[in-house]
Nanobody, 121 residues
Framework: VQLVESGGGLVQAGGSLRLSCAASGSRFSITSMGWYRQAPGKQRELVAGITSGGASTNVADSVKGRFTISRDNAKNTMYLQMSSLKPEDTAVYYC???????????????WGQGALVTVAS
């Protein structure tokens, strides 16, 4: 399974961006997807997660009310809509996918290449 992220960039404080993460590969079933971020000098942290089918989501307190996670199961794509961005949201954002390879029944976990989001004050 491969992940391709898109949508990062430079934005002014108070602005919005949308990140996308598209999964592709051999037959697989996704169980959960999530967005993480890592700011310079800090550990990677979970920003938001979403379960299979999108029935359940969770968002970090630091972004609650500003960020929304969603997924399009038909396209195997996950999104992170970011609004009211703050300079402290500046980080590299990574998508994460966990699932099962149907041919082998093996669990897998993959990461996207990362998308830099820079919020200027």
């Amino acid at each position: 399974v491969q992940l391709v992220e898109s949508g990062g960039g430079l934005v002014q404080a108070g602005g919005s961006l949308r990140l996308s993460c598209a999964a592709s590969g051999s037959r697989f079933s996704i169980t959960s997807m999530g967005w993480y971020r890592q700011a310079p000098g800090k550990q990677r942290e979970l920003v938001a997660g979403i379960t299979s089918g999108g029935a359940s989501t969770n968002v970090a307190d630091s972004v609650k009310g500003r960020f929304t996670i969603s997924r399009d199961n038909a396209k195997n794509t996950m999104y992170l809509q970011m609004s009211s961005l703050k300079p402290e949201d500046t980080a590299v954002y990574y998508c994460n996918v966990r699932g099962v390879a149907l041919a082998t029944s093996r669990l897998f976990e993959v990461w996207g290449q990362g998308a830099l989001v820079t919020v200027a004050s």
